[in-house]
């Protein structure tokens, strides 16, 4: 498809793609190649029919509470419009209407209700298990019954961009006798990424319903202070350790973007019980790019995730527990086979046995203050047509300062 907007042929953002966002200046927008449509000022000019969803809309909270047959409805109508005539105005004389991503100032595109993260890499839940229990079975008898998971904190939940103060709290190595507190020494991240609720429900989500209450997927850093954790998470699970940040991207990328990119999941042994059988299981071809101060460290693949999406949201409602509009469910660290594919710090430095260099001539095993975390994602959809073979996420960035 070409576009009057003209992204470039194979721009992760073409056509295809169209993640939404909120700006600083209190719209909600969504991104054509460079541009920004202003989707409150398209409507109020009847370039398209959200029901008033995005009107004087600050986040996207009206328009994933709309559902699904809104999204797919308006998903049509900015496709013909991108892709059909240019209207008169759009640029120039109306130039509230279209803007450029430089300059623009992203927001959290949706007020967080409820944050939930999983743990569902299975080389990710082998590696920490041989890192914070070594003389215990890898994987403890759940994780491959249910999809472990924790309540995070909502508040917390910050746009890409945001500095991350070093979290300080209570710290006990093995050999100290008591905890003290102070500023973590073994601060880490976990790439990860993040599905958004729309429809909401007051009561279990079935298995085969996850597309009709999730709008989308962003990016997620979920800022981990090991120290921290490894001394409160018995028998609870993590708290402090977590809670202080985590951070998402900007644009939250529609699930009908990453149709193209669906890949089939691992084969699950032994069988999940039937509130967690899929009629047709499936999660994305997604490749992470994790930037340590600008230097690539890590290539973390989340096709091999063990619990799909649609299990962790079927699992994380079965009790009876409601979801909202704004609830936010990430798919805990993603991690390959091999140290590059890791999507955490103590994975790749193995607990800093084995430090990174960075293209500065700098080793690290931990963050230090001012140093900058970018991870990137791009689905992949090999089958489609060649323009539209990639779709982009864009990038969750933050740099780590020190508290004051
Ligand atoms: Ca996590």
């Not at 920004?36 to 008033?52: Q, T």
């Not at 071809?285 to 079927?314: C, D, H, K, M, S």
Request: with cysteine.
């Amino acid at each position: 498809m070409t576009a009057w907007t003209e992204p470039a042929q194979g721009d992760p953002f073409g056509v295809h793609n169209l993640p939404l966002c909120a700006t600083r200046d209190g719209w909600v927008g969504v991104r054509v190649g460079d541009l920004i449509l202003n989707l409150g000022a398209a409507e109020e000019a009847g370039l398209l029919d959200a029901g008033g969803a995005f009107t004087r809309a600050a986040t996207l909270n009206r328009f994933l509470a709309a559902g699904r047959p809104t999204w797919t409805r308006v998903r049509a109508q900015l496709t013909d419009l991108f892709t059909g005539p240019r209207p008169a105005g759009v640029f120039g004389g109306n130039a509230a209407l279209l803007h450029p991503v430089d300059g623009t100032a992203l927001a959290l595109p949706f007020e967080v209700a409820d944050y939930v993260d999983f743990y569902s890499s299975e080389h990710h839940a082998n590696n920490l298990s041989r890192l914070f229990r070594p003389d215990s079975p890898s994987l403890l008898p759940n994780w491959k019954e249910l999809p472990v998971g924790y309540h995070g904190r909502a508040g917390t939940v910050m746009v890409s961009g945001t500095d991350i103060p070093r979290p300080h709290g209570q710290r006990k190595t093995p050999d100290e006798e008591r905890p003290s507190y102070g500023p973590s020494r073994r601060l880490d991240i976990e790439a990860e990424l993040g599905f958004v609720v729309g429809a909401p429900s007051t009561g279990p989500i079935d298995v085969d319903d996850f597309r009709e209450h999730v709008f989308g997927a962003v990016l997620v850093n979920d800022w981990s202070a090991r120290d921290i954790q490894a001394w409160e998470y018995q028998p609870l699970g993590p708290f402090l350790g977590k809670s202080f940040a985590t951070s998402i991207s900007p644009w939250v990328v529609p699930l009908d973007a990453l149709e193209p990119a669906k890949a089939a999941a691992p084969v699950q042994d032994p069988p999940v019980l039937d509130y967690l059988r899929e009629a047709e299981r499936y999660a994305y071809t997604i490749r992470f790019e994790v930037f340590w101060n600008g230097t690539l460290v890590a290539q973390p693949p989340y096709e091999g995730i063990y619990w799909t999406p649609a299990q962790q949201l079927a699992h994380l409602t079965a009790n009876g527990a409601w979801a909202r509009t704004g609830d936010l469910y990430a798919s805990g660290t993603i991690s390959g086979p091999t140290p590059e594919q890791t999507g955490s710090f103590i994975e790749r430095t193995w607990n800093g046995a084995h430090p990174v260099r960075l293209d500065d001539g700098s080793t690290r095993s931990f963050l230090l203050d001012g140093d900058t975390v970018t991870i990137s994602a791009t689905a992949q959809c090999p089958g489609g047509p060649a323009e539209a073979a990639m779709v982009g996420f864009g990038e969750v960035r933050g740099t780590v300062v020190t508290r004051v």
